[in-house]
């Protein structure tokens, strides 16, 4: 077993972890000696330049997973987490064959076949998901009165599917203490403070209207509820819609109503760029609105947001 020192950096923790994979037998004569027909042999690196590709890969992929959740040695990494990372690698618009690169990396700690296969977007996914605040209306209103008011939620906090699962009282809950969190979130709005816990474990402060806040605390569960959602379990203490079950059931009602989806994720979109006109309309310049936006939405680099902004 590799071990590493305590906050020993991520390249020379990469490094270690690659090396012993590395065989500089060519493709050709691995293939020839195994009997193998087709690709390469499972877990092995065939070349200084992929090692060199690899490295840096698990290098940006654990100081993606240090800011997010503290990690502090790569073989720590889940398959959940390593997921998570790829799903954001997809947000920032990166290309297929670094997605895939990173995806073969990671899988030198997570384990051959362990990753989905994530997919970029498209040229025409890369053009705006937002939806209108009529479109929304429209949408909630072709939607099961629990899962409408989950839609309303997720738009007004710019949450995620899952995120609706974990909503929190302010008190029952913190905010992850390792961030640190400007105090310019949420200027000029007004509402309730709840607590969601995002991608990589990370809880964050999210503002409801209050409202909505009076709506969803009359769907409150005397006890939380034991709920799973794509193979992972949690604990809801709100009846309304959320995970994959919300998520489908938006975009269904999207195209009844609409004729055409964006996905649920689209109000995330709607989030975003809302609160960068409100922002911006208060004075602020396009950085530093930015930087607020990546925080409300669970991002620490504003660069993220870019795909929201579209």
């Known amino acids: 077993m590799v071990r590493f020192g305590k906050g020993k950096p991520m390249e020379v923790q990469g490094r270690a972890v690659l090396k012993a994979h590395l065989s500089l037998t060519s493709r050709h004569e691995a293939k020839r000696a195994s009997g193998a027909k087709g690709s390469q042999p499972t877990g092995q690196i065939h070349s200084l ?7 840096t890969a698990l290098k940006q992929a654990g100081e993606w997973a240090r800011g997010y959740t503290d990690l502090r040695h790569l073989k720590a990494f889940t398959p959940e987490l390593a997921q998570q990372y790829l799903t954001d690698r997809v947000a920032q618009g990166i290309g297929q064959k670094q997605l895939d690169a990173d995806r073969n990396a990671l899988e030198f700690i997570t384990g051959k076949g362990t990753l989905e296969r994530e997919k970029v977007l498209t040229r025409a996914e890369l053009h705006s998901r937002a939806y209108t605040p009529a479109q929304i209306r429209l949408v909630a209103t072709h939607q ?12 007004h906090a710019g949450l995620r599917a899952h995120e609706l ?40 402060e999210v503002l409801i209207p209050r409202d909505l806040a009076t709506r969803l605390e009359v769907c409150r569960f005397e006890s939380p509820c034991s709920v799973s959602d794509r193979g992972i379990s949690y604990k809801q203490h709100y009846s309304i ?17 609409l004729g055409w989806s964006h996905g649920a994720h689209g109000l995330r979109h709607s989030y975003a760029q809302e609160r ?21 939405l669970g991002h620490f680099r504003g660069d993220i947001v870019e795909v929201y902004l579209r």
Not at 49 to 55: I, P, Q, S
Not at 149 to 154: G, S, Y
Not at 278 to 284: D, F, H, I, T
């Open 49 to 55: 330049a992929t090692f060199r590709k690899y490295v």
């Open 165 to 204: 699962l974990t909503l929190q009282r302010l008190g029952e809950a913190q905010a992850s203490k390792h961030r640190h969190w400007s105090r310019e979130r949420f200027l000029d709005r007004e509402g309730e403070r709840y607590i969601v816990t995002g991608k990589g474990g990370l809880r964050r």
């Open 241 to 257: 819609g959320g995970g994959n079950a919300w998520s489908k059931s938006f975009s269904d009602a999207s195209i009844r109503a």
């Open 276 to 296: 960068m006109r409100e922002l911006q309309g208060l004075g602020k310049s396009y950085h530093p609105a930015r930087e607020i936006v990546s925080q409300e």
């Open 144 to 155: 099961s009165e629990k899962n409408a008011l989950a839609t309303e939620v997720a738009w």
